[in-house]
């Protein structure tokens, strides 16, 4: 059974930071690209940030603007987001997905709001 498992989201004041983590099982890690993507209330689904399966690599959405970093670890079936100076604008729920071509995943998400 495949699932993604996403955690680490919260309530963080603006200019703080969060780690987003995601423990995958039921496929074959290493031959998925991961990725994170994020939806806001009222707004499209939109990539976060990629890494290929072989971390040669990654790609962010235009508003990381270097603010978040994306790694993966094959040997424990995670990856990560790391988001440093966070903005009120960065708020959504943050999902975790796995891409092999025509297979997808996709975790249940995680909430982050970055509020004063």
């Known amino acids: 059974q495949v699932q993604l498992v996403e955690s680490g989201g919260g309530l963080v004041q603006p200019g703080g930071s969060l780690r987003l983590s995601c423990a995958a099982s039921?496929?074959?890690?290493?031959?998925?690209?991961m990725s994170w993507y994020r939806q806001a209330p009222g707004k499209e689904r939109e990539l976060v940030a990629t890494i290929t399966s072989t971390e040669d690599f990654i790609n962010y959405g235009d508003f990381v603007k270097g603010r978040f970093t994306i790694s993966r670890d094959n040997g424990k079936r995670t990856v990560s987001l790391q988001m440093n100076s966070l903005k009120p604008e960065d708020t959504a729920v943050y999902y975790c997905?796995?891409?092999?071509?025509?297979?997808?995943?996709w975790g249940q998400g995680t909430q982050v709001t970055v509020s004063s």
């Open positions: 997905n796995a891409n092999e071509m025509w297979r997808d995943y």
């Open positions: 039921g496929f074959t890690f290493t031959n998925y690209h």
